[in-house]
């Protein structure tokens, strides 16, 4: 049986307040003026940085997302294929390859990426999907490995 003395049961303080302060001083040392030196004055700023903070991260994903369509579609069509047919014959195919590495496939190995184009035109195919008429005209692009 385990004896507890009174000293064992006093609360636990924690850190000290002024290492929250510190903090947001360290935080708040780009700014001028109060923002910088009056802590109350400087947590509105900190926190109003740190929305802006992360509302600049989702955007730079939603940023990074359209730049990788951008560059896959320019590519399938560069090889004849919409980019959503050619996406909808990996998935149904199950290779499953997210947009940034398929997108640096298309960039630094245009013969993988030519493969992957006629399986998936293949597989459309096979299905009985019928492939829409290309409306764009062939337009020669040169790429890294014509180089």
């Given at each position: ?20 302060r ?125 180089l």
């Open positions: 049986m385990v004896q507890l003395s009174a000293c064992l049961l006093r609360k636990i303080p924690g850190p000290p307040r002024i290492y929250k510190l903090q947001t001083f360290r935080l708040n040392a780009r700014y001028e003026g109060r923002s910088r030196n009056c802590y109350v004055v400087g947590q509105g700023y900190q926190l109003k940085s740190m929305q802006y903070t992360r509302v600049a991260r989702k955007n730079k994903v939603l940023d990074f997302k359209e730049l990788y369509n951008l560059r896959l579609e320019a590519a399938a069509e560069e090889h004849g294929i919409p980019f959503r047919y050619l996406w909808d014959g990996l998935r149904r195919m199950n290779i499953l390859l997210n947009r940034k590495v398929l997108q640096d496939i298309a960039i630094y190995e245009p013969r993988t990426f030519a493969g992957f184009c006629e399986l998936s035109k293949q597989h459309q195919v096979d299905q009985g999907l019928n492939l829409p008429p290309h409306s764009y005209p062939k337009i020669p692009v040169n790429t890294k490995g014509m």
